[in-house]
């Protein structure tokens, strides 16, 4: 296998293996390395340290990187800066040679926008448990991964933590490597600037069924009471049309009129006519700028089934319209997905390019996770702008692949570039990029370095940290015991995701069927005192019953 030099992302086959088939994503080596994994694992290894701001330009890359503790037997690594690996954009030498007439793989660099989304994993156990397959389209597998938690060391201030494990993946030298980032928890005594919110609420005909607005309501009335007395809230409702219902409002006492006035309003809401998102998000805008505070963190939350069906259903459109408020008042957007029917693409789209994330509720456990324990948590900002790049060494690493984050790659060369998006990311935050990686028979050393960088919220200055993985760290099998359970996790939701997704409809020597999974995923489960694992194990088994082996 080696990876396509064109930088489409993609793994072509090499000599010996079935010619000729090439999957857009990760479904490709995914379903290679799923095999693998069902066998063999992986200890943690490497170091982070803090780096100055470089100009080092990039290729495109893969990469994995190791954090805190050391490799496994081979103690700490230093913390190497990329370098450049002297190939054009299209991953070709001055003589036109691609990879694998080189040295197997396109280039050895992987950049990505960090993302802390997880809608795409609500919304597939919504539907599994309704009694149907997710639509693949729907299937990301970074946000299956980073619906779980890592138990990564947090920072001791602002910034990132870096860390980097993996686990042996089956034959031939693959391996699979978890980058993992980590924001420092909010602190105990709930200090934090204010949050200035305007919630725009989608009371269309659609929301009209059960678990929709009723849901909404719900949820916005809990969490008013949650908020703090110099928060500020509004509240915008569309349909056919757009209107602010309550203009931003100090919240004051937790006992006082303002709150009950809040929640009256909240109260009223009914569901009506057509669904104009476009007019929702201009109206929650134009309010949200209206009543921007210095000095807090201004936010536009969307609550919405995504189902746009009049007026402009674009997301880029939608928020060209409001560039000037995300970019001149840093105003960012927090997309709440609700109902069977799920506007999952568009929803993504406005969160992305509107510097924000996703989630789904369909329940009242979800809606308490989201509205009560991550909003009022998340309202501050620890990162801007925020990315990762891995940057492979070429001499132990032969071929690799980002599984997931297709909608958030990033030029390498843009890595440095301060004015191309990244994520925005908050207190207590971890975001997980999973690496198929094949080291090269006799590998030693550094196998990858891991950079995260980011802007500082208040000062917008550039920070960087950095982490490494070495190749006596990935020797352990995946499924072992020594292996970290959440490592294990983080593997059983990513192969979870591409049995659901577009690579479903194609199997590889040794890939794991979705009634292996579930095998899998019980154990774990067992093993691991934790609800969100067993709801999981659960998807996996309601998967494998819809599916035909």
Known sequence: MRVDPGGSGRLLRGPGGPGGIRRRGGALLAGVLAGGLLLTGCGPGGSASDTSK????????????NGPGGGSGGGPAASVAPDDNGRDSEGRDSEGRDAEDRDGAADHRSTF???VDTASYGYARRTLAEGALPDPATVRPEEFVNSFRQGYRRPDGNGFSVTVDGARAGDEGWCLMRVGLA???????????????????????????PGRLDLVKQSLSTLTGQLRADDSIALVTFSDEAKTVLPMTRLGGRDGAVRDHARHAIDTLEPTESTNLEAGVRTGYATAVEGARDGATNRVVLLSDALANTGETSADVILERIADARREHGITLFGVGVGSDYGDALMERLADKGDGHTAYVSSPADARKVFVQQLPESVELRARDAKAQVTFDKKNVSDFRLLGYDNRRVADEDFRDDRVDGGEIGPGHTVTALYAVRLREGAEGRVA??????????????????????????????????????????????????????????????????????????ALSEAIEDSDVQELAEAVRQAAELRVP
């Open 113 to 115: 926008a960090l993302d």
């Open 54 to 65: 470089r100009t080092v330009s990039g290729a495109r890359t893969p990469g994995s990187v």
């Open 183 to 209: 924001t420092a928890q909010a602190p105990a005594s709930g200090e934090r600037p204010p949050a200035a919110l305007t919630f725009v609420v989608d009371i269309s005909g659609s929301m009209g069924e």
């Open 449 to 522: 370095t891991a950079t995260v960088r980011w802007l500082d919220p208040a000062g917008r200055a550039p920070r960087e940290q950095s982490g490494t993985i070495s190749a006596s760290a990935l020797t352990h099998p995946l499924w072992s015991g020594t292996t970290p359970p959440r490592l294990r996790v983080s593997a059983l939701a990513a192969y979870f995701a591409h049995g659901l997704g577009e690579g479903s409809d194609e199997r590889f020597p040794g890939e794991p069927s979705l009634r292996q999974l579930a095998f899998r995923a019980d």
